[in-house]
């Protein structure tokens, strides 16, 4: 055995001996291995002499854990990573780490508000901040909280000092969706309370990586008029979480829909006190140095059902899901880097060739300008319009010209605009103007959005391919460029190339260089009869994807499912150079997979972060399973009621040494 090699083995015996790796820094493995292969000598410590060569992270892989089934019950009601990350260097060594999952918490249990007290966590409070209270079971009556945490964004802040951190203050931003039932058991809530955000304040240990909660603080969301049913997040280039608000409130129905008036109550005691026009647009969450945060929120990105966004690495362009029937490609080009506060909409229209063939050409995207704003211009439209003096919508044909024909929000409708009211429909009645327009509004239900800076691709997550987008359906309007001929209903994640140099459709230079030029598949599900345990799509590829994100440094895009068909939702990596797909965590089956942020290095660590929301909620392809697992989803997550936030872990198993 030669000296380099006793030295290399004694620097991975001391990596191997801290407790916990969480998806320890692959920059820090590499810098604790560099020069251990072609040095001449060793100090003693495990630290190579000067001289010694470099080693070099050369890439990352991710074994594919197999689906658990009914004969690991326990395995199939609770999350269960069982995938090995290896870490590759430039000299041929390996590290090799199985994952596991760390939640912070299970919602609905008591953690610590750093004021010595504790507080609900998930929990839901009106505009004065006062806890809303579910009385559905008399006898018992509690705070409601949440069983569907979902976007989440790791982030530190300069100048960090919290009370019970001893090591490094990081911050984890947690918004909760909505939640499912109220304890009667019998009585939806899904959109009916206003959605809390959290600061977990966290205590990162210097020489593992583990974090753990210190500080749990609910943000006070009354300067953002409360919040509607957030979904998928970002973090942004600047350091802020950045939210959503989706599945827009029917401003012409808002008065008379039962779901808006309980929410307007739960939030300000009133069915009546609640704008419609104030919901649908995007949050922007500060976190302050001590773990509290502001919110404000921004009129002028759309109002869509704004899903997981994307800001380009220039600070200024944002790529928008919109999670929607007849949804589209919006685009919104800030005036400011790291300032939404004012910029230009943009909506695409998808030229020929549009296809959920991964092994067909792309198909052109052309942009249209919806119109300039700022936010502050918006919100006083938001505040003084009523939806009639915007324009006139028919939901049968009024056999009237002047009238226009759309699909749009999943219906088709007849619509005409108030002469001079084009911007406050650019903003405030996007979707609807979009269709009027021309734009490519025929997608289903698209979701999470990301980006590989280095290649200069998008990435957008469609949950499923039916409906608006299938030939011949009667919400896909003919001509729209968003046609396939049949559905997959086990949806797709498309990639789109960004370039700038672009024109708007009149001719006008776009002020980006980060556009998308155009779209096609890059990896789909796969509809299937029902297989023996209930799958109605092959469980071993994607189904339904909702959640991405992409890590640079591992050339990795995570996929998080949403998905009706397979009987456990799961978390996936795909490696865009080598194409490898790795089933890398299972969720309780029933849940959905929620709350990605892949974070390649915070203080010399890497992490992914990962919720899940509604264990049990129980649908036609669980016949073969309910029996067995209703049970054991109960006892794991509070009767089905409670959901985790949590990270992945990754222990080192071991090390495969180059020779020397």
Same mark, same amino acid.
């Given at each position: 055995?030669?000296?380099?090699?006793?030295?290399?083995?004694?620097?991975?015996?001391?990596?191997?001996?801290?407790?916990?790796?969480?998806?320890?820094?692959?920059?820090?493995?590499?810098?604790?291995?560099?020069?251990?292969?072609?040095?001449?000598?060793?100090?003693?410590?495990?630290?190579?002499?000067?001289?010694?060569?470099?080693?070099?992270?050369?890439?990352?892989?991710?074994?594919?854990?197999?689906?658990?089934?009914?004969?690991?019950?326990?395995?199939?009601?609770?999350?269960?990573?069982?995938?090995?990350?290896?870490?590759?260097?430039?000299?041929?060594?390996?590290?090799?780490?199985?994952?596991?999952?760390?939640?912070?918490?299970?919602?609905?249990?008591?953690?610590?508000?750093?004021?010595?007290?504790?507080?609900?966590?998930?929990?839901?409070?009106?505009?004065?901040?006062?806890?809303?209270?579910?009385?559905?079971?008399?006898?018992?009556?509690?705070?409601?909280?949440?069983?569907?945490?979902?976007?989440?964004?790791?982030?530190?802040?300069?100048?960090?000092?919290?009370?019970?951190?001893?090591?490094?203050?990081?911050?984890?931003?947690?918004?909760?969706?909505?939640?499912?039932?109220?304890?009667?058991?019998?009585?939806?809530?899904?959109?009916?309370?206003?959605?809390?955000?959290?600061?977990?304040?966290?205590?990162?240990?210097?020489?593992?990586?583990?974090?753990?909660?210190?500080?749990?603080?609910?943000?006070?969301?009354?300067?953002?008029?409360?919040?509607?049913?957030?979904?998928?997040?970002?973090?942004?280039?600047?350091?802020?979480?950045?939210?959503?608000?989706?599945?827009?409130?029917?401003?012409?129905?808002?008065?008379?829909?039962?779901?808006?008036?309980?929410?307007?109550?739960?939030?300000?005691?009133?069915?009546?006190?609640?704008?419609?026009?104030?919901?649908?647009?995007?949050?922007?969450?500060?976190?302050?140095?001590?773990?509290?945060?502001?919110?404000?929120?921004?009129?002028?990105?759309?109002?869509?059902?704004?899903?997981?966004?994307?800001?380009?690495?220039?600070?200024?362009?944002?790529?928008?899901?919109?999670?929607?029937?007849?949804?589209?490609?919006?685009?919104?080009?800030?005036?400011?880097?790291?300032?939404?506060?004012?910029?230009?909409?943009?909506?695409?229209?998808?030229?020929?060739?549009?296809? *959920? $063939?991964?092994? /067909?050409?792309? %198909?052109?995207?052309?942009?249209?300008? @919806?119109?300039?704003? +700022?936010? #502050?211009? =918006?919100?006083?439209?938001?505040?003084?319009?009523?939806?009639?003096?915007?324009?006139?919508?028919?939901?049968?044909?009024?056999?009237?010209?002047?009238?226009?024909?759309?699909?749009?929000?999943?219906?088709?409708?007849?619509?005409?605009?108030?002469?001079?009211?084009?911007?406050?429909?650019?903003?405030?009645?996007?979707?609807?103007?979009?269709?009027?327009?021309?734009?490519?509004?025929?997608?289903?239900?698209?979701?999470?959005?990301?980006?590989?800076?280095?290649?200069?691709?998008?990435?957008?997550?469609?949950?499923?391919?039916?409906?608006?987008?299938?030939?011949?359906?009667?919400?896909?309007?003919?001509?729209?460029?968003?046609?396939?001929?049949?559905? *997959? $209903?086990?949806? /797709?994640?498309? %990639?789109?190339?960004?370039?700038?140099? @672009?024109?708007?459709? +009149?001719? #006008?230079? =776009?002020?980006?260089?980060?556009?998308?030029?155009?779209?096609?598949?890059?990896?789909?599900?796969?509809?299937?009869?029902?297989?023996?345990?209930?799958?109605?799509?092959?469980?071993?590829?994607?189904?339904?994807?909702?959640?991405?994100?992409?890590?640079?440094?591992?050339?990795?895009?995570?996929?998080?499912?949403?998905?009706?068909?397979?009987?456990?939702?799961?978390?996936?990596?795909?490696?865009?150079?080598?194409?490898?797909?790795?089933?890398?965590?299972?969720?309780?089956?029933?849940?959905?997979?929620?709350?990605?942020?892949?974070?390649?290095?915070?203080?010399?660590?890497?992490?992914?972060?990962?919720?899940?929301?509604?264990?049990?909620?129980?649908?036609?392809?669980?016949?073969?399973?309910?029996?067995?697992?209703?049970?054991?989803?109960?006892?794991?997550?509070?009767?089905?009621?409670?959901?985790?936030?949590?990270?992945?872990?990754?222990?080192?198993?071991?090390?495969?040494?180059?020779?020397?």
């Amino acid at each position: 055995m030669t000296q380099p090699e006793m030295s290399r083995r004694r620097l991975l015996q001391m990596l191997a001996g801290a407790p916990l790796l969480p998806l320890t820094s692959l920059a820090g493995a590499s810098a604790l291995l560099s020069g251990c292969g072609g040095g001449d000598g060793d100090n003693g410590n495990g630290a190579a002499l000067a001289g010694s060569g470099a080693v070099a992270l050369s890439g990352v892989t991710f074994s594919s854990m197999p689906a658990p089934t009914l004969a690991t019950p326990a395995a199939m009601a609770t999350t269960t990573a069982a995938s090995v990350m290896t870490a590759t260097f430039s000299d041929a060594s390996k590290l090799d780490f199985k994952l596991a999952y760390q939640p912070f918490f299970i919602t609905g249990d008591l953690v610590a508000d750093g004021k010595g007290g504790k507080v609900v966590a998930g929990g839901y409070y009106n505009i004065a901040n006062q806890p809303i209270i579910d009385n559905t079971a008399p006898t018992r009556p509690r705070q409601f909280f949440s069983d569907s945490p979902d976007g989440t964004s790791l982030l530190t802040v300069p100048n960090a000092k919290v009370d019970g951190v001893k090591g490094n203050a990081m911050f984890a931003v947690v918004q909760f969706e909505y939640t499912t039932l109220a304890q009667d058991g019998k009585t939806g809530m899904y959109g009916r309370l206003p959605s809390p955000i959290a600061v977990l304040t966290l205590d990162q240990d210097p020489a593992t990586g583990k974090l753990s909660l210190v500080k749990y603080h609910n943000v006070d969301t009354s300067p953002a008029n409360g919040l509607w049913i957030t979904c998928g997040a970002s973090l942004s280039p600047w350091g802020t979480h950045l939210s959503s608000e989706e599945y827009e409130p029917n401003a012409f129905t808002a008065a008379g829909d039962a779901q808006f008036k309980a929410f307007s109550q739960n939030l300000y005691g009133s069915e009546t006190a609640a704008n419609p026009y104030n919901y649908g647009h995007l949050p922007e969450v500060t976190v302050n140095p001590d773990g509290t945060a502001s919110i404000k929120k921004h009129y002028c990105l759309g109002r869509i059902s704004h899903e997981l966004v994307q800001v380009m690495p220039d600070r200024r362009t944002v790529l928008m899901g919109d999670d929607a029937t007849n949804s589209g490609y919006f685009v919104f080009v800030a005036d400011r880097e790291a300032d939404l506060s004012a910029g230009t909409l943009y909506v695409a229209r998808v030229g020929a060739g549009f296809t *959920l $063939d991964p092994a /067909a050409a792309a %198909a052109p995207l052309s942009w249209i300008k @919806l119109g300039s704003a +700022t936010s #502050a211009e =918006i919100s006083r439209l938001a505040a003084t319009l009523k939806p009639t003096d915007i324009m006139s919508v028919k939901t049968t044909d009024p056999l009237d010209a002047s009238y226009t024909r759309v699909a749009a929000n999943g219906k088709i409708e007849w619509i005409r605009l108030v002469p001079g009211m084009e911007k406050a429909a650019a903003f405030l009645e996007t979707h609807r103007y979009a269709s009027l327009i021309g734009a490519s509004m025929g997608f289903t239900k698209m979701e999470g959005t990301t980006v590989n800076a280095k290649d200069k691709i998008a990435y957008s997550a469609l949950q499923n391919c039916q409906g608006s987008m299938v030939a011949g359906n009667a919400l896909n309007v003919p001509g729209n460029g968003v046609s396939i001929p049949k559905a *997959l $209903d086990a949806g /797709a994640v498309m %990639a789109l190339n960004l370039k700038g140099g @672009l024109r708007d459709t +009149t001719g #006008a230079a =776009i002020n980006s260089d980060w556009m998308p030029a155009d779209t096609k598949a890059l990896i789909t599900g796969e509809d299937i009869a029902a297989d023996s345990l209930g799958n109605t799509a092959n469980p071993n590829r994607i189904a339904n994807p909702d959640n991405l994100k992409f890590s640079e440094k591992m050339r990795t895009l995570f996929i998080g499912e949403d998905s009706g068909q397979h009987v456990n939702n799961f978390l996936w990596a795909y490696n865009v150079d080598t194409k490898a797909l790795s089933r890398i965590m299972s969720l309780p089956a029933g849940a959905e997979s929620t709350g990605l942020h892949a974070v390649d290095e915070i203080n010399g660590w890497t992490y992914i972060m990962s919720n899940f929301q509604h264990a049990g909620d129980w649908g036609s392809i669980h016949g073969v399973v309910k029996s067995t697992l209703d049970p054991l989803v109960k006892a794991n997550y509070r009767d089905n009621f409670g959901a985790a936030v949590g990270y992945l872990t990754a222990d080192l198993m071991q090390t495969r040494l180059s020779k020397a």
